[in-house]
C-alpha cells in the first residue's frame, strides 16, 4: 500500500516504527494530489512549501503530539494564520486571517501538518460544491457527478486518497452529506461539543465542526483532540471529553436501534435497502432493531430554510468591504461601498439566502416565518427526545439519493436541498451523527448515518465501529485511473 | 410655556459602564487612546471571532438596576439589531430587546419645589458602535477613517417611561440620573466625553387629554443645557404645527446647537427595518437573585441616603443637603471637610459661595480643582482663630483654587496676616477720620451708612488686613 493510502492509525504507526518519516508521507500525499487533484478539484490552496519544511523540520527534531507529523487538510471556511481563507467566495479571494480557528490550533497542538485548504460551497451554502466561486469538485466515484457539499472538496479528498484526514463544518449536513455520496466516514459532534471559534459562521445555532476519515477509528482518534470546552466560545459546553479512541468496542450486543419509517419511505428504494441491509448485519451482532416514528421530520427542511437563512442573512454583514475582503473601489459614497462589495463579493446562492433570512426576519414576518420556524424545531427536538427515551441511536440513510450529476439540479433548487432532508433534522436538534459507507448502488457509495443522544459519541461511534469491523465497505475505493 | 398644551418627555440615555475591557472581548476601553489600538478579531468583526460576555458588565447593570429601584430579570438574553454602517464591524449591534436585564425602577426627581416619580421602563446592555473621522466635515468629506476602539465598549441603556411634563423636569432627571450612576459607581457619567448620551422623545397634547401626541425623537443631544433647548425648541414646533392646523409626522430629529433649531434626520417610513433576533452565539443569562443581593450590599450610599444623612445629622437645610450630594465628588469633599471643622453649615456656605463660583468661572468641576478639603477647613480655621479676616480669607481661597497652595503658605507669602494690634489699627483709623470730615458728621448724625464707608475706607488703607470687629469697636471708641 502506498503511504497516502493509509489511515491516520496506520500513519502513526508507521512513523513510531521509524519505517517512514513526515518527509515521506507528505511527500506521497503532495504527490497524490498533484497527480489526482487536477480531476478532483478537491483544495483551493495547498500549503506544500510550508508543509514540506515543517514536516523536514520535524524529522530533524520531533515534536510529540497524537497525530504528529501527520499531514491534514481543513476545509477553506476555518480560519488559518497567514494561510489564504476564502470561504469559495470572491467576497474572501485574498482574505488571509491573523489567527487560527480553536480546531486547527489543537490539530497543531496534536503535532499535524496543514497541508492545504479545500473547496467547498461558497460560505457552506450549498449540497455540491456548485456554488464554489472558482470551481466545483468531482466525486471520485464518477468525476462526473458532485461529491456533495458543502465539505465536498474535503471528502472527495479523503476518497481519492489526497488527504488522510479533513476537518469540515457542519451545518445541515455538510459533513455526513458528502461522506456519504464519496464513500467515506462524515462526524458531527454535538452542538457544544467542539469550539466553532475561528470556523466562519455560517447559522450559529446550526453550525458544528466535523470530521471527514477513512475510518470510524480514524474518527474518534480525532474528536478526541478537538472535542472541549473553549473559553472563547460561550456556546461550547464544560463536558469532560472521554478518550474516544480507546474505549472503542465492537460489543453492541442488546444495543437498542430504531430506525424511523419516514425516513425509509422518502429514500429511493434501492438507498433505502442498503441501508436495510446494514441493519440485519446489527441484528447479527446481537443488537435489536426497530421500527420508530419521527413524526415532524418533513417540516426540518423547511424550517431550515428559514433559521439557518435568517442567522447567515445577520452573520454575512460583516462582509461590507471596509476592513478586508472583495471592495469596491469605484464606489461614490458608503451606501455604493457596501452595496457594491456585497454585489461583486457574493454569488447567487449565498445573494439568495441572505435575501431569503432578510425576509423572514423583517417586521411582520418574524413571527409568521422565523418563531414558527423555531416552533417546528422545538416538535424536531422532541420527536428525537421521545425517540432516545427507548433507543440509544437511530439509524437511516445519511441521504435520500446517491451522488447527483454536475449540473444536473442546477435549476430544481428543491431537489438540491432534498438532498439534507435527512441530516437537517440533527442539526436543528444539536445531535451528534456519523455517516459511515454501507456499500455502492449503481456503482456509487451509500451512507448509513448513526444518530445518538446529546454528548453520546461514543455510543455513537462504536455503533458505526462495530458495523465497520464486521464489513468491507470502508474498503472499497474508487478508481480515478491513475497507476 | 402654553396653557392650552401640555408637554410630555422620554428620554433614552446611554450610559457607558465603568469596566476596565469591552463586553464581549478583552480590548481595553480606555478614553483617548491612539486610533484603532484597542481592536480585536471580535470588536473588528472579522469572520470566525465569537463574543465572550464580561461578567463584570452584567453585575454593574445589576448594580445600577438596583440603584433605580427596578426589578432584576432573572433570565435575560441578548439579540442582535442589524444594520450596515461602517462604524459597526459586525453589521448588528449586540443589544437586548426582548428580554432585557433591568424593568419597572423608577426615580423620584424635585421639579420647582415639587416632587415627582419618573417611570424607567427598562434598562438593558449593550455594545456601542465605533466613530468615524472625517476630513472636514460629514457633507463635504472626501473620505472617512474609521477609529473601532469604542466599538463593543459596555453601554447600559435607560428607557424612562414619558413621564416628564417640562424641558427642566427633564434636565433635572437627566442630572439625577448621572447623580445615580456616579454614586453607585457604574459610570464615569461624562457628557462631553460622551460617555452618558441621551435622547429624547417628545410630543404635545391639549391639557386634559389622555392621548399622546404624535411624537419625534431628538438625537446630538451633548450636554444639559442642550437637552433644554432642544426640547423647549421641539415642544414649541410641535405646539406651532398644530396650531396652524397643520400635521406632525412621527420622526428621528437631529439637534443643531448651534442654530438652535433641530432638523429632520428620518420619518418612520424611512426608518430602518433592524430585523431583531436572538444573538444565538451568547447563551442566554440566568441570574441568581443570591448574587443580586450580593451587589446589593455593594452598593453605595445613594443620593437621597446621603442628603437625609446630611439634614439629620448635620442639621443642614434641605437646600444645602441636595446641592452637596449633586456628586459624590462634592458629597467626599463636604464630608472630609467636615470631620476636620465641623462647622457644616459654614462648609456648606462656602461650598456653594465661592467655591462654587469658582467651578462656574473656570467650568471645572470639583474632583478636578486644586482644592483639598483639608485645605478648606484649614482656611476656615485660621479665620476662626482671627489669623485673617473673612474678606481677607476670600482672595486666600482664589489664590489657593489658582495654585493649589495651603492657605497657611498664602498668608505667609503675601504678609496677609490680620491686624488686630489696636494701637497700629488706632492710628489708621485716626487718620481715616481725620482725611474724611463729612462723612463723619454724616455718621454722628445717624447714618449707619456712613459707618460702613469709614470701615471700607480703613479696608482699604491695610489692604483688606484690619480684623473688622477690631476696627468696628475701635471707630465707635473714637467717634462716640
Same mark, same amino acid.
Request: charged content about 25%.
Given at each position: 500500500?502506498?503511504?497516502?493510502?493509509?489511515?491516520?492509525?496506520?500513519?502513526?504507526?508507521?512513523?513510531?516504527?521509524?519505517?517512514?518519516?513526515?518527509?515521506?508521507?507528505?511527500?506521497?500525499?503532495?504527490?497524490?494530489?498533484?497527480?489526482?487533484?487536477?480531476?478532483?478539484?478537491? =483544495?483551493?490552496?495547498?500549503?506544500q512549501?510550508?508543509?514540506?519544511?515543517?514536516?523536514?523540520?520535524f524529522?530533524?527534531?520531533?515534536?510529540?503530539?497524537?497525530?504528529?507529523?501527520?499531514p491534514?487538510?481543513?476545509?477553506?471556511?476555518?480560519c488559518?494564520?497567514?494561510?489564504?481563507?476564502?470561504?469559495?467566495?470572491?467576497?474572501?479571494?485574498?482574505?488571509?486571517?491573523?489567527?487560527?480557528?480553536?480546531v486547527?490550533?489543537?490539530?497543531?497542538?496534536?503535532?499535524?501538518?496543514?497541508?492545504?485548504?479545500?473547496?467547498?460551497?461558497? =460560505?457552506?451554502?450549498g449540497?455540491?460544491?456548485e456554488?464554489?466561486?472558482?470551481?466545483?469538485?468531482?466525486?471520485?466515484w464518477?468525476?462526473?457527478?458532485v461529491?456533495?457539499?458543502s465539505?465536498?472538496?474535503?471528502?472527495a479528498?479523503?476518497?481519492?486518497?489526497?488527504?488522510?484526514?479533513?476537518?469540515?463544518?457542519?451545518?445541515?449536513g455538510?459533513?455526513?452529506?458528502?461522506?456519504s455520496?464519496?464513500?467515506?466516514?462524515?462526524?458531527?459532534?454535538?452542538?457544544?461539543?467542539?469550539?466553532?471559534?475561528?470556523?466562519?459562521?455560517?447559522?450559529?445555532?446550526?453550525?458544528?465542526?466535523?470530521?471527514?476519515?477513512?475510518?470510524?477509528a480514524?474518527?474518534?482518534?480525532?474528536?478526541g483532540?478537538?472535542a472541549?470546552?473553549?473559553?472563547?466560545?460561550?456556546?461550547?459546553?464544560?463536558?469532560?471529553?472521554?478518550?474516544?479512541?480507546?474505549?472503542?468496542?465492537?460489543?453492541?450486543?442488546?444495543?437498542?436501534?430504531?430506525?424511523?419509517?419516514?425516513y425509509?419511505?422518502?429514500?429511493?428504494?434501492?438507498?433505502?435497502?442498503?441501508?436495510?441491509?446494514?441493519?440485519?448485519?446489527?441484528?447479527?451482532?446481537?443488537a435489536?432493531?426497530?421500527?420508530?416514528?419521527?413524526p415532524?421530520?418533513?417540516?426540518?427542511?423547511?424550517?431550515?430554510?428559514i433559521?439557518?437563512?435568517?442567522?447567515a442573512?445577520?452573520?454575512?454583514?460583516? =462582509?461590507?468591504?471596509?476592513r478586508?475582503g472583495?471592495?469596491?473601489?469605484?464606489?461614490?459614497?458608503?451606501?455604493e461601498?457596501?452595496?457594491?462589495?456585497?454585489?461583486?463579493?457574493?454569488?447567487?446562492?449565498?445573494?439568495r439566502?441572505i435575501?431569503?433570512?432578510?425576509?423572514?426576519?423583517?417586521?411582520?414576518?418574524?413571527?409568521?416565518?422565523?418563531?414558527?420556524?423555531?416552533?417546528?424545531?422545538?416538535?424536531i427536538?422532541?420527536?428525537?427526545?421521545?425517540?432516545?427515551?427507548?433507543?440509544?441511536?437511530?439509524?437511516a440513510?445519511?441521504?435520500?439519493?446517491?451522488?447527483?450529476?454536475?449540473g444536473?439540479?442546477?435549476?430544481?433548487?428543491?431537489t438540491?436541498?432534498?438532498?439534507?432532508?435527512?441530516?437537517?433534522?440533527?442539526?436543528?436538534?444539536?445531535?451528534?451523527?456519523?455517516s459511515?459507507?454501507c456499500?455502492l448502488?449503481?456503482?456509487?457509495?451509500?451512507?448509513?448515518?448513526?444518530?445518538?443522544?446529546p454528548?453520546?459519541?461514543?455510543?455513537?461511534?462504536?455503533t458505526?465501529?462495530?458495523?465497520?469491523?464486521?464489513?468491507?465497505?470502508?474498503?472499497?475505493k474508487?478508481?480515478l485511473?491513475?497507476? | 410655556?402654553?396653557?392650552e398644551?401640555?408637554t410630555?418627555?422620554?428620554?433614552?440615555?446611554?450610559?457607558?459602564?465603568?469596566?476596565?475591557?469591552?463586553?464581549?472581548?478583552?480590548?481595553?476601553?480606555?478614553?483617548?487612546?491612539?486610533?484603532?489600538?484597542?481592536?480585536?478579531?471580535?470588536?473588528?468583526?472579522?469572520?470566525?471571532?465569537?463574543?465572550?460576555?464580561?461578567?463584570?458588565?452584567?453585575e454593574?447593570?445589576?448594580?445600577?438596576?438596583?440603584?433605580?429601584?427596578a426589578?432584576i430579570?432573572?433570565?435575560?438574553?441578548?439579540?442582535?439589531?442589524?444594520?450596515?454602517?461602517?462604524d459597526?464591524?459586525?453589521a448588528?449591534?449586540v443589544?437586548?430587546?426582548f428580554?432585557?436585564?433591568?424593568?419597572?425602577?423608577y426615580?423620584?426627581?424635585?421639579?420647582e419645589?415639587?416632587?415627582?416619580?419618573?417611570?424607567?421602563?427598562?434598562?438593558?446592555?449593550?455594545?456601542?458602535?465605533?466613530?468615524?473621522?472625517?476630513?472636514?466635515?460629514?457633507?463635504?468629506?472626501?473620505?472617512?477613517?474609521v477609529?473601532l476602539?469604542?466599538?463593543?465598549?459596555?453601554?447600559?441603556?435607560?428607557?424612562?417611561e414619558?413621564d416628564?411634563?417640562?424641558?427642566?423636569?427633564?434636565?433635572?432627571?437627566?442630572?439625577?440620573?448621572?447623580?445615580?450612576?456616579?454614586f453607585?459607581?457604574?459610570?464615569?457619567?461624562?457628557?462631553?466625553?460622551?460617555?452618558?448620551?441621551?435622547?429624547?422623545?417628545?410630543?404635545?397634547?391639549r391639557?386634559?387629554?389622555?392621548?399622546?401626541?404624535?411624537?419625534t425623537?431628538?438625537?446630538?443631544?451633548?450636554?444639559?443645557?442642550?437637552?433644554?433647548r432642544?426640547?423647549?425648541?421641539?415642544?414649541?414646533?410641535?405646539?406651532?404645527?398644530?396650531?396652524?392646523?397643520?400635521?406632525?409626522?412621527?420622526?428621528?430629529?437631529?439637534?443643531d446647537?448651534?442654530?438652535?433649531?433641530?432638523?429632520?434626520?428620518?420619518s418612520?417610513?424611512?426608518?430602518?427595518?433592524?430585523?431583531?433576533f436572538?444573538?444565538?452565539?451568547?447563551?442566554?443569562?440566568?441570574?441568581?437573585?443570591?448574587?443580586?443581593?450580593?451587589?446589593?450590599? $455593594?452598593?453605595?450610599?445613594?443620593?437621597?441616603?446621603?442628603?437625609?444623612?446630611?439634614?439629620d445629622?448635620?442639621?443642614?437645610?434641605?437646600?444645602?443637603?441636595?446641592?452637596?450630594t449633586?456628586?459624590?465628588?462634592?458629597l467626599?469633599?463636604?464630608?472630609?471637610?467636615?470631620?476636620?471643622y465641623?462647622?457644616?453649615? $459654614?462648609?456648606?456656605?462656602?461650598?456653594?459661595?465661592?467655591?462654587?463660583?469658582?467651578?462656574?468661572?473656570?467650568?471645572?468641576?470639583?474632583?478636578?480643582?486644586?482644592?483639598?478639603?483639608?485645605?478648606l477647613?484649614?482656611?476656615?480655621k485660621?479665620?476662626?482663630?482671627g489669623?485673617?479676616?473673612g474678606?481677607?480669607?476670600?482672595?486666600?481661597?482664589?489664590?489657593?483654587?489658582a495654585?493649589?497652595?495651603?492657605?497657611?503658605?498664602?498668608?505667609k507669602?503675601?504678609?496677609?496676616?490680620?491686624? $488686630?494690634?489696636?494701637?497700629?489699627?488706632?492710628?489708621?483709623?485716626?487718620?481715616?477720620?481725620?482725611?474724611?470730615?463729612?462723612?463723619?458728621d454724616?455718621?454722628?448724625?445717624?447714618?449707619?451708612?456712613?459707618?460702613?464707608?469709614?470701615?471700607?475706607q480703613?479696608?482699604?488703607?491695610?489692604?483688606?488686613?484690619?480684623?473688622?470687629?477690631?476696627?468696628?469697636?475701635?471707630?465707635?471708641?473714637?467717634?462716640n
Amino acid at each position: 500500500m502506498e503511504l497516502y493510502e493509509l489511515t491516520l492509525q496506520q500513519l502513526i504507526k508507521e512513523l513510531e516504527s521509524k519505517r517512514t518519516n513526515a518527509q515521506a508521507i507528505m511527500t506521497a500525499v503532495m504527490g497524490r494530489i498533484n497527480e489526482v487533484d487536477g480531476k478532483v478539484q478537491a =483544495f483551493l490552496t495547498l500549503n506544500q512549501t510550508a508543509a514540506m519544511e515543517k514536516a523536514a523540520e520535524f524529522d530533524r527534531q520531533p515534536w510529540p503530539g497524537v497525530i504528529a507529523g501527520i499531514p491534514f487538510a481543513v476545509k477553506d471556511n476555518y480560519c488559518t494564520r497567514g494561510v489564504k481563507t476564502t470561504c469559495a467566495s470572491k467576497m474572501l479571494e485574498d482574505f488571509i486571517p491573523p489567527y487560527d480557528a480553536a480546531v486547527v490550533e489543537k490539530l497543531h497542538g496534536a503535532g499535524g501538518i496543514l497541508a492545504g485548504k479545500l473547496n467547498m460551497d461558497e =460560505f457552506a451554502m450549498g449540497c455540491s460544491t456548485e456554488t464554489s466561486a472558482f470551481f466545483p469538485s468531482h466525486n471520485p466515484w464518477d468525476l462526473e457527478r458532485v461529491p456533495g457539499g458543502s465539505s465536498g472538496g474535503a471528502a472527495a479528498a479523503v476518497a481519492a486518497d489526497e488527504i488522510p484526514l479533513a476537518l469540515v463544518s457542519d451545518t445541515g449536513g455538510s459533513a455526513r452529506q458528502p461522506a456519504s455520496y464519496c464513500g467515506v466516514v462524515g462526524l458531527k459532534p454535538t452542538y457544544g461539543r467542539v469550539s466553532r471559534r475561528g470556523i466562519v459562521a455560517y447559522a450559529s445555532s446550526l453550525d458544528q465542526a466535523g470530521i471527514i476519515s477513512k475510518d470510524v477509528a480514524d474518527a474518534a482518534l480525532v474528536l478526541g483532540i478537538i472535542a472541549g470546552h473553549d473559553p472563547r466560545d460561550s456556546t461550547s459546553e464544560k463536558k469532560e471529553v472521554p478518550d474516544y479512541s480507546t474505549v472503542l468496542t465492537t460489543d453492541i450486543k442488546g444495543l437498542k436501534i430504531g430506525y424511523p419509517r419516514e425516513y425509509f419511505q422518502q429514500a429511493e428504494g434501492n438507498v433505502g435497502t442498503a441501508v436495510k441491509k446494514a441493519l440485519l448485519e446489527f441484528e447479527k451482532m446481537g443488537a435489536i432493531v426497530e421500527e420508530v416514528s419521527l413524526p415532524h421530520s418533513e417540516y426540518a427542511l423547511p424550517a431550515y430554510y428559514i433559521i439557518g437563512p435568517a442567522e447567515a442573512s445577520s452573520n454575512m454583514g460583516r =462582509f461590507d468591504g471596509i476592513r478586508y475582503g472583495q471592495r469596491d473601489n469605484s464606489a461614490e459614497n458608503v451606501a455604493e461601498l457596501i452595496s457594491g462589495s456585497r454585489q461583486r463579493g457574493f454569488g447567487p446562492e449565498v445573494k439568495r439566502r441572505i435575501i431569503l433570512g432578510t425576509y423572514v426576519l423583517s417586521s411582520g414576518k418574524y413571527e409568521k416565518y422565523y418563531l414558527q420556524a423555531l416552533k417546528v424545531r422545538r416538535l424536531i427536538r422532541d420527536d428525537f427526545t421521545g425517540v432516545f427515551n427507548d433507543y440509544d441511536v437511530i439509524i437511516a440513510p445519511t441521504t435520500p439519493n446517491t451522488a447527483f450529476k454536475i449540473g444536473e439540479n442546477a435549476s430544481d433548487l428543491i431537489t438540491s436541498y432534498r438532498s439534507d432532508i435527512f441530516t437537517v433534522p440533527v442539526n436543528m436538534a444539536g445531535l451528534p451523527a456519523i455517516s459511515v459507507p454501507c456499500g455502492l448502488v449503481g456503482g456509487l457509495p451509500v451512507g448509513m448515518q448513526i444518530i445518538a443522544k446529546p454528548f453520546a459519541e461514543t455510543t455513537l461511534l462504536n455503533t458505526a465501529y462495530a458495523f465497520e469491523q464486521a464489513t468491507d465497505h470502508h474498503q472499497l475505493k474508487p478508481d480515478l485511473g491513475v497507476r | 410655556m402654553s396653557k392650552e398644551f401640555e408637554t410630555v418627555i422620554g428620554l433614552e440615555v446611554h450610559a457607558e459602564l465603568k469596566t476596565d475591557t469591552k463586553i464581549f472581548c478583552g480590548c481595553k476601553t480606555a478614553f483617548g487612546a491612539e486610533p484603532n489600538t484597542q481592536i480585536c478579531p471580535l470588536c473588528s468583526g472579522f469572520p470566525g471571532a465569537l463574543p465572550v460576555l464580561n461578567k463584570k458588565v452584567v453585575e454593574l447593570s445589576i448594580k445600577t438596576g438596583l440603584a433605580l429601584n427596578a426589578e432584576i430579570a432573572a433570565h435575560c438574553q441578548f439579540d442582535r439589531k442589524n444594520y450596515f454602517y461602517p462604524d459597526l464591524p459586525s453589521a448588528y449591534q449586540v443589544s437586548q430587546l426582548f428580554l432585557p436585564i433591568c424593568l419597572n425602577g423608577y426615580l423620584d426627581i424635585e421639579a420647582e419645589g415639587e416632587k415627582k416619580r419618573i417611570r424607567i421602563n427598562r434598562a438593558h446592555m449593550e455594545e456601542d458602535a465605533g466613530k468615524l473621522i472625517h476630513e472636514g466635515t460629514i457633507t463635504t468629506t472626501s473620505f472617512s477613517l474609521v477609529d473601532l476602539n469604542r466599538a463593543g465598549v459596555p453601554l447600559l441603556e435607560i428607557v424612562s417611561e414619558p413621564d416628564m411634563r417640562s424641558a427642566q423636569e427633564a434636565r433635572i432627571y437627566l442630572e439625577k440620573l448621572r447623580s445615580i450612576l456616579l454614586f453607585a459607581q457604574v459610570s464615569d457619567a461624562r457628557m462631553e466625553e460622551g460617555s452618558i448620551r441621551c435622547d429624547a422623545n417628545v410630543s404635545v397634547r391639549r391639557r386634559g387629554e389622555e392621548k399622546l401626541g404624535v411624537r419625534t425623537e431628538i438625537k446630538n443631544l451633548n450636554s444639559f443645557k442642550a437637552l433644554e433647548r432642544a426640547i423647549e425648541y421641539e415642544a414649541r414646533r410641535h405646539r406651532e404645527v398644530i396650531e396652524d392646523g397643520g400635521t406632525l409626522i412621527q420622526e428621528t430629529r437631529t439637534w443643531d446647537d448651534e442654530k438652535g433649531i433641530t432638523r429632520s434626520m428620518r420619518s418612520k417610513e424611512e426608518a430602518e427595518d433592524y430585523r431583531y433576533f436572538p444573538d444565538l452565539d451568547i447563551p442566554p443569562i440566568y441570574i441568581d437573585p443570591a448574587w443580586v443581593e450580593e451587589i446589593k450590599k $455593594t452598593l453605595p450610599e445613594m443620593p437621597e441616603q446621603a442628603q437625609q444623612r446630611l439634614r439629620d445629622d448635620y442639621d443642614l437645610p434641605e437646600y444645602d443637603a441636595a446641592i452637596i450630594t449633586a456628586t459624590p465628588y462634592s458629597l467626599q469633599f463636604f464630608d472630609r471637610c467636615v470631620a476636620l471643622y465641623p462647622e457644616a453649615k $459654614t462648609v456648606s456656605n462656602w461650598m456653594m459661595g465661592e467655591l462654587s463660583r469658582l467651578l462656574n468661572q473656570h467650568n471645572m468641576e470639583i474632583q478636578q480643582c486644586l482644592i483639598a478639603p483639608d485645605m478648606l477647613a484649614d482656611l476656615l480655621k485660621l479665620i476662626d482663630d482671627g489669623t485673617i479676616s473673612g474678606k481677607m480669607a476670600k482672595n486666600v481661597f482664589e489664590e489657593m483654587f489658582a495654585s493649589g497652595n495651603s492657605p497657611a503658605r498664602i498668608i505667609k507669602e503675601q504678609g496677609m496676616v490680620q491686624i $488686630t494690634d489696636e494701637d497700629v489699627l488706632g492710628e489708621i483709623i485716626a487718620g481715616v477720620i481725620q482725611n474724611n470730615p463729612g462723612v463723619v458728621d454724616d455718621y454722628k448724625s445717624g447714618k449707619e451708612k456712613a459707618r460702613g464707608f469709614l470701615v471700607g475706607q480703613v479696608m482699604k488703607a491695610t489692604k483688606g488686613q484690619a480684623n473688622p470687629a477690631a476696627v468696628q469697636k475701635i471707630l465707635k471708641d473714637l467717634l462716640n
